[in-house]
């Protein structure tokens, strides 16, 4: 993760966390592995793509973990759809 990321991670979590959780879906882990798949992601972004999921996940392991969409949230890179 790139220092600019690690920043915007301990931002959100010290302080934006409660008030990003009011206006976030909730994303739920159905398979309970820890991290969100694309299929997992896009039940509370459906407008989301293979190629903003990649976007999403840092670190390129092929999964999006809480820190990742902490991130990608704050960033404006997850949202919710237009309706």
């Known amino acids: 993760m790139k220092p600019?990321?690690?920043?915007?991670?301990?931002?959100?979590?010290?302080?934006g966390a409660p008030a990003l959780a009011q206006d976030a879906p909730a994303v739920e882990d159905t398979?309970?592995?820890?991290?969100y798949s694309?299929?997992?992601?896009?039940v509370a972004y459906p407008d989301l793509t293979e190629?903003?999921?990649a976007s999403i996940d840092a670190n390129a392991d092929g999964v999006v973990d809480e820190a990742e969409l902490a991130a990608a949230v704050a960033d404006g890179l997850a949202a919710p759809s237009n309706g």
């Open 31 to 35: 398979d309970g592995d820890g991290s």
């Open 38 to 42: 694309l299929a997992e992601l896009q």
């Open 4 to 15: 600019n990321q690690i920043a915007t991670v301990a931002l959100v979590m010290l302080l």
């Open 51 to 53: 190629e903003g999921y």
